[in-house]
């Protein structure tokens, strides 16, 4: 049984980093591509990008100046990083299998965790 | 604003058929498979189907997508109150370059 939890500070200051690590238990990290999409509260899904086992990384344009995205195949997670977050940041953010490499072939997805940007 | 378009809200009676449009374009949908989600209240989406009309195992044969030209439908038939989510289309739109959703579409079963 494959499963995905994300983990990371649910609150973040204006400007700051925002990082999340996504565990990923059942599978091996170097079996498939792994993405990132968010949530903001209320509102519809927006991919942020996704990654390879071999570190290979594909990002939303509206969002590839501040994301940075990698894999540790040693702990079998995979990590995000968000620069210079906003209030427009504050979204539930999820990680995701991407069996395809194609990002839209997303067949198991974590709970998702709530990140709120507030000062 | 999306560039994949659906209808916000769409509603049935159990038992009843409903479907479900997103529109799109040639750079998007034209071209590109489509995949469906369901959200149920409170939880993380769940993959419906795949490559336009394929169903992971575990999707009741109820759902059922297809897709012409610059659009896609996701059909649901024999509704049940367990159904009632929000639906959103998914492809790789080839301008952007970048995987796209849409708006979402929220299902009543009346």
Known sequence: ?119 | QSVLTQPPSVSAAPGQKVTISCSGSSSNIGKNYVSWYQQLPGTAPKLLIYDNNKRPSGTPDRFSGSKSGTSATLGITGLQTGDEADYYCETWDSSLSAVIFGGGTKLTVL
């Not at chain 1, 991407?98 to 839209?104: N, Q, R, V």
């Open chain 1, 1 to 119: 049984q494959v499963q995905l939890q994300e983990s990371g500070p649910g609150l973040v200051k204006p400007s700051e980093t925002l990082s999340l690590t996504c565990a990923v238990s059942g599978d091996s990290i170097s079996s498939n591509h792994w993405d990132w999409i968010r949530q903001p509260p209320g509102k519809g899904l927006e991919w942020i990008g996704f990654v390879s086992y071999s570190g290979n990384t594909k990002y939303n344009p509206s969002l590839r100046s501040r994301v940075t995205m990698s894999v540790d195949t040693s702990k079998n997670h995979v990590s995000l990083k968000l620069t210079s977050v906003t209030a427009a940041d504050t979204a539930v953010y999820y990680c995701a299998r991407d069996y395809s490499g194609s990002g839209i072939d997303l067949d198991y997805w974590g709970q998702g965790t709530l990140v709120t940007v507030s000062s």
